[in-house]
Each structure stands twice: as structure tokens, then as C-alpha cells.
């Protein structure tokens, strides 16, 4: 027997069920660039910025980046990664460090982060589409002293404008809004297509 | 003292990369919508997505992706220069001078070299490849290269080249005016 014995062959894993639509990105696909890049908030110390929009049939993908000034700086994002990206309550209190997002829509509609467990469940196991817009953390990833965060938004955003509106209070980021006309995004979105793995 | 002493924190504000070496850290960029087939087969494709130009280069966003299977099992070498899997990408400027992203390869290894950064800067154009993603996509990949400087005048020419797709020497010419113009529209966010 070899010191280092080899795995077993692993068993085939099953397909996973497919995921609705308004809970992310359809798999296979490519959105259209939106092409917009937006400052939402600046501080002495941080930027919040929007981009990397890709729209698609049913919704909309967007990053959103926490830069900071200069890793130096004590206030460096990155160092408190996890927390920016998950809400922790202290005695009812949201931690100042968590990132708050959202947008809101012409006709009023809004979506943020602030999405309980079980509105989540709630949201993920219903068989109909929601009758407001899903607003879905995607992940993060981060480096120096940047963190990016990827969001799906559903449905594609219709009306006028829609705007970005955030706030974070660790970092003395007051709450900020900026709006786009959704021409931009509806414009893109014919552009999405299947990518050529998926059309075999 | 403790048995795991605390090393004293690093200060990263020791080095920074020279300005050729990365986009400005603070500017936004202006996004250019391209969402063109730079090269196209029936089992690969190459697309440039976007381009975001600041004040001294310009980004671009490419979309490599294949057919299941098309690259082999290690589709991360799609960003290491000595593998076929490799895809090449240069740009050239009017003047004739021209970068390619095999240019700074080491020769016995498979990352780019990050010793450049120190040296004085190129005598233009540079290409770098930024925030590789190094987590497995298994038919497609996002790239972001990142090209110093802005060209003074005529078009830029993009090159790509793909061999383990049979994808050959293929080329796109991009308004050079655009990028110019776009470039001058960049903010300071500080």
C-alpha cells in the first residue's frame, strides 16, 4: 500500500435542480454589456462603485466594488470581508459594517440586501415569480484593499430609470443614490446569448 | 512573550506599481460597448465584450469560450503563456509598435513575470492580463487585459490568436478617436 493512498473514483454527481429566475442568472447564457460605470458614493477614505452590468432576457447581473483610497489607510475594506458581506444583528442592531444595496424602481418597486432567512426560503421554494423585484447576492471576492459583489437583479428593469442607493455606516458612507436610464439596459439585453457549450 | 508572536503588520504602502503597470486605482473609466466576435468556429469564440478607457490605457474584456470538453481537462492553462491552451492576445497601434501578452512570460515557467513593475516604463504599448480568475469555468472564461497607453493617434489593432481551439491569427481594428475620446471623460474619484 502506498503511503499516499489515492482517493476512491468519485460517484457522478447528480444534476442540480434547476434554479428559478429570479434567483440568479440563467446558467449557459452570456448577458449584453450594459456599458455603464457609476461612482455611488465617495468618501475621503472609500468609493462605491457600480459595474460590469450585463443584462439578460429575465434580469440583470451588476458587480458592485467597495474601493478603498490606499491600503494604508486603517480603514482598508477588504479587511472585514465577510462582514460586509453578511448581515450580523448585535442585540437587534445591523453591524455598521455590513454593506447595505439596493435599488429602486420608477413605479416605487425596491430590492435590497436585507433579505431575511425566511423571506429567502420563501422566496427560493415559491412556484410562481415573486410580484416584486429579487435582489440576489451572488458572491464577493476581494484583494488589496478592494471587495467586489456581484448581484441578480430580477425582473429586467423596466420604467424610466432605476436607481442604486446604498449606505455604509462603518465607513461613514451616508445613504447615497444614483440613477440610470433603463434604455441602457433594455437595449443590451437582446444582446444576451447562449454561449456555444450550451447550444450543443 | 508569546510562544506565536505577532509579526508586526506589513506597511503596503511601501510599493506601489508604477502607472503603465495597472489601471489608475483612482479613476472610474469610461465603458465602451463592443460586444463583437473577434473570431468565431463552431466550437470556440472569442468575443471582445467592452472596453474601459481611463486616462493613461484602456482595458479590455474579453470572452473566451469553447465547446465542452474543447480545451481538455485543465482549462486553467487558458491563461498560462507555455500551454497551448493559451490564448494569445496582442494589440498594435498605428505607429506599427505593438505589445503581445506573451511578451513578459518567464522561460521556464508558466506565470508572467511581476519583477517588471520596477523597471522604467515600456516604450509603449503594454499589455498585462488583470484579476485572473483562477476558479474553474469549465466552457467559458472571462479575461481583462489591461493596455498602457493611450495611442497618440490611428486605430488600434486587436490580435488573437487561439491553437488549441484552431482558432488562428485573427484581427479587429477598434476607433482609435473612441477610445481618445472616452479616455478624457474618466473621473478622478479622489
Redesign the interface.
Known amino acids: 500500500m502506498s503511503f499516499f493512498e489515492p482517493n476512491p473514483p468519485r460517484e457522478p454527481v447528480a444534476q442540480p435542480a434547476p434554479v428559478p429566475e429570479w434567483l440568479e442568472e440563467p446558467r449557459g447564457w452570456v448577458g449584453g454589456v450594459v456599458g455603464t460605470r457609476i461612482a455611488l458614493a465617495t468618501t475621503p477614505d472609500v468609493a462605491v462603485l457600480v459595474h460590469s452590468l450585463y443584462a439578460f432576457p429575465a434580469g440583470m447581473s451588476l458587480t458592485v466594488e467597495l474601493r478603498g483610497r490606499d491600503e494604508r489607510a486603517t480603514r482598508n475594506p477588504h479587511r472585514d470581508f465577510h462582514k460586509i458581506l453578511h448581515a450580523e444583528y448585535t442585540e437587534g442592531e445591523l453591524s455598521p459594517v455590513f454593506f447595505r444595496f439596493g435599488i429602486e424602481l420608477a413605479d416605487g418597486g425596491k430590492a435590497t440586501n436585507l433579505v431575511g432567512a425566511e423571506e429567502r426560503r420563501s422566496i427560493r421554494d415559491r412556484d410562481e415569480p415573486p410580484n416584486a423585484p429579487v435582489l440576489s447576492q451572488r458572491g464577493g471576492s476581494g484583494s488589496g484593499s478592494d471587495v467586489d459583489i456581484r448581484y441578480w437583479l430580477w425582473p429586467l428593469p423596466t420604467g424610466e430609470r432605476i436607481s442604486f442607493v446604498c449606505e455604509w455606516p462603518a465607513f461613514e458612507v451616508p445613504i447615497s443614490r444614483a440613477d440610470i436610464h433603463t434604455t441602457q439596459i433594455t437595449e443590451a439585453a437582446p444582446r444576451a446569448r447562449r454561449l456555444i457549450a450550451s447550444m450543443e | 512573550m508569546s510562544y506565536f508572536e505577532v509579526p508586526p503588520e506589513p ?3 511601501e510599493w506601489r506599481p508604477p502607472e503603465w503597470f495597472a489601471a489608475p ?2 479613476e ?8 463583437e466576435p473577434v473570431a468565431r468556429t463552431e ?3 472569442i ?1 471582445l ?2 472596453i ?1 478607457a481611463y486616462s493613461n490605457g484602456f482595458e479590455l ?1 474579453l ?1 473566451g ?4 470538453d ?1 480545451l481538455g481537462p485543465i482549462e486553467d492553462h487558458v491563461v498560462h503563456p507555455h500551454s497551448e491552451q493559451f490564448l494569445r492576445i496582442a494589440v498594435e497601434y498605428a505607429d506599427g509598435r505593438r505589445a503581445t501578452n506573451m511578451d513578459y512570460a518567464l522561460p521556464d515557467d508558466s506565470d508572467s513575470d511581476d519583477d517588471e513593475s520596477d523597471e522604467a516604463p515600456p516604450d509603449a504599448p503594454y499589455i498585462g492580463q488583470q484579476h485572473p480568475q483562477f476558479f474553474n469555468r ?3 472564461r472571462e479575461l481583462t487585459y489591461w493596455v498602457w497607453s493611450i495611442p497618440a493617434g490611428g486605430d488600434v489593432t486587436l490580435i488573437c490568436e487561439w491553437p488549441a481551439v484552431t482558432i488562428p491569427v485573427t484581427r479587429m481594428s477598434i476607433d482609435g478617436d473612441t477610445i481618445r475620446e472616452a479616455s478624457t471623460r474618466s ?1 478622478k ?2
Do not use: C, F, N, Q
Open positions: 506597511d503596503p504602502g486605482h483612482d472610474l473609466g469610461v465603458e465602451i460597448v463592443v460586444d466550437t470556440a469564440a468575443t465584450r467592452s474601459v474584456s470572452l469560450e469553447w465547446a465542452k474543447g469549465t466552457t467559458h473621473r474619484l479622489w
